[in-house]
């Protein structure tokens, strides 16, 4: 059985999460990765995305996170979030209104730099979409 540690989730409205966790898996803006104890120390920026916690217990809560950033240390993981909730309690409508302002966005962007951005941002909020969404 892994190890045991700290993880914190935090968004501007609330703690979601404070618990001894197994595993945390975060959506790091170089990709996903894994947190377990005893992780070098990272700090990372979040994109749009899901993250998923294994509790000590073995089961695990799924979380939408819209970027921030993972502060890992060997004893814990402290994730800010700008926005974050339950994957359970997602509001489809708020997650289409982000696509649909992001598709705005990326149209009336002024330069290339900003339309790529705008479409990044885009891209990974379709992602996230089908990563929660049922067909």
């Not at 968004?11 to 959506?27: F, G, T, Y």
């Not at 950033?69 to 700008?82: K, M, N, Q, R, Y």
């Amino acid at each position: 059985m892994a190890e045991a540690f700290k993880f914190e989730l935090v968004s501007p409205e609330r703690l979601l999460v404070s618990e001894q966790v197994e595993s945390v898996v975060i959506p790091g803006a170089e990709g996903e990765m894994t947190v377990m104890a005893h992780h070098a120390p990272v700090m990372t920026t979040i994109k749009p995305g899901v993250v998923t916690v294994k509790s000590v217990s073995g089961q695990e809560e799924r979380y939408v996170v819209f970027g921030g950033f993972a502060d890992i240390v060997p004893s814990g993981c402290t994730l800010l979030a700008e926005s974050a909730v339950a994957v359970k309690n997602v509001d489809r409508a708020d997650l289409a209104r982000r696509i649909q302002e992001a598709k705005e966005d990326a149209a009336d962007a002024k330069d290339d730099h900003s339309r790529s951005k705008a479409e990044q941002f885009l891209s990974q909020l379709t992602t996230l979409e089908g990563a929660i969404i049922p067909a």
